[in-house]
């Protein structure tokens, strides 16, 4: 699927050291949680980012992205937190066992839409109101979205039936993808896996996103880690692929050991 990820105008013998890049993309944005900042450009998210969030039925999908909304709020940034999997009471349950306070500054805004269109708007007003501050969306899951109702080159309501299926996130995908392109926001996008571990999910999404932070299981007899539990960069367009740290699922959320590991050879 191709995306118009802001292409700057070339002239056709020109030199790619004439372009200038944006200054929104200069400088990583920290999430406030130093291992998801490793995992990402070493010190943080840059602007613009979609990444997506798989793993195993119960490898802490949720709960480390509930963690990390309140990271990012304890930033002073601001983190929508759209939900479709779960009620908001449940979403809140959870927060009390994590232990999350407003008086440490934490917390995230809580939505439950379910059309792009929806989530955008929000988005938009957020940027409105707090102009200066990093704007993240984390969106609980994938499977939960619907596409947009506009047709993007007309900017009228689309005739016909929507899209359904595997074709809608496909859709979504791109056109959240798309969103954080033109606005330099920064998506968390959860996504669901079978319970052999396979993307539930086209594999055009993964070439959509820019990122792809995998929670699962160290299966290499060889390796120290084997048996644990480890969120894995498989694909990362700003930083380095491979990077992976061990981590513990306790009441208190996601544990994570100290010290990153290269999937290419020994620790990073």
Known sequence: MLLDVGQPKVRYDGNILDI????QMETAVSVGHTHMNVLFAGDGMIPSTAALITGLPGAGKTTLMIQVADSITRTGNVCLYNT??????????????????????????????????DITAHMDRLRKKYPGKQIFLVQDSLQCLEPSRIDPDTGKKMRGRPKQGLAAQVAACAQLTQYVKDTFSILLLIGQVTKNGTFAGKQQIKHIIDCHLHLG??????????????????????GPAGIYFDFDLEARGLVFAEAAKSSIGGKA
Do not use: W
């Open 20 to 23: 200038e890049v944006p200054p």
């Open 84 to 117: 479709g999997e779960e009620s908001l009471y449940q979403v809140r349950r959870v927060t009390k066992r994590l232990g999350l306070s407003k008086h440490a500054g934490g917390g995230f805004i809580p939505s439950y839409h379910r059309n792009v269109d």
């Open 217 to 238: 299981l160290d299966t290499d007899k060889k390796s120290e880690s084997y048996g644990c539990r480890v969120a894995e960069m498989l694909k990362n367009r700003f």
